[in-house]
Nanobody, 117 residues
């Protein structure tokens, strides 16, 4: 089992910045990738950014150049630095951890990010 605890969401104005954190605990040694997803009501959840154990990153086109995913291995934590935020970034952001099997797929509780225009 893996537990993921997110923090850092909130309300920010257009053009502002926020940093999300996701702390992992439990059987984390089997994690090979972690990422941030977001979802708005009525739409499918979408991948925002991910980072592998080896440090490879992947970003949604809509956030490239504005968001940065990083990790602190000593703290078992990943971060999502979000700059130049837009109203269309408003969503519930959830942290995800994936491992070697389909069943090894864990989610945090989600944190609301709201960008006002």
């Amino acid at each position: 089992q893996v537990q993921l605890v997110e923090s850092g969401g909130g309300l920010v104005q257009f053009g502002g910045s926020l940093r999300l954190s996701c702390a992992a605990s439990g059987s984390i040694f089997r994690i090979y990738a972690m990422g941030w997803y977001r979802q708005v009501p009525g739409k499918q959840r979408e991948l925002v950014a991910s980072i592998t154990r080896g440090g490879s990153t992947n970003y949604a086109e809509s956030v490239k150049g504005r968001f940065t995913i990083s990790r602190d291995n000593a703290k078992n934590t990943i971060y999502l630095q979000m700059n130049s935020l837009k109203p269309e970034d408003t969503a519930v952001y959830s942290c995800n951890a994936k491992g070697p099997t389909i069943a090894y797929d864990y989610w945090g509780q989600g944190t609301q990010v709201t960008v006002s225009s």
